[in-house]
């Protein structure tokens, strides 16, 4: 089982500046922030419109939210791709081990409209790496 999913449009670049990423894909943090489980964070290199648990606990529910959220902004998606910034949809969480994380046809439709790169980042409930890297699969 997975826990602690969120799903976000993230953007990383050197020199990566937040305050130009919003301007161009119109999302800035305080208006963001108003939508309960939607957020906004950055730091040296990063930005990412998050959204997460509070907003759906199943990642269908928040790839519905996330790409109905950036198919509006597929334009300056593509303006920060051209200048060299990596944009892409990361989806992470907590999982016990053999946990499925499963989405619908519908929703991997809406994803791959997108036409974004898709990244999964998996935890372990007790945050301990294990020896086989693909050991949650089993």
């Keep these: 089982m997975w826990t602690s ?3 976000s449009l ?3 670049g050197a020199d990566l500046d937040a305050s130009a990423v919003e301007s161009v894909l119109g999302f800035a943090r305080p208006a963001a922030e108003r939508t309960t ?4 964070h950055h730091g040296p290199g990063w930005w990412a419109l998050t959204v997460d648990e509070a907003l759906s606990s199943e990642l269908e529910g928040q790839v519905t939210a996330l790409a109905g959220l950036v198919g509006e902004h597929l334009t300056g998606i593509g303006a920060l791709t051209a200048a060299g910034r990596l944009v892409q ?3 992470s969480g907590t999982v016990d081990r053999g946990g499925p994380l499963t989405l619908s046809p519908e929703a991997a439709t809406r994803l791959a409209a ?3 790169p898709v990244s999964f980042t ?3 409930p007790d945050n301990a790496p294990s020896e086989d890297p693909l050991d949650w699969l089993s």
């Design 5 to 7: 999913i969120t799903t």
């Design 10 to 12: 993230a953007v990383t």
């Design 37 to 40: 489980g939607l957020s906004v």
């Design 89 to 91: 949809v990361a989806v």
């Design 114 to 116: 997108l036409g974004l």
């Design 122 to 124: 998996t935890l372990t």
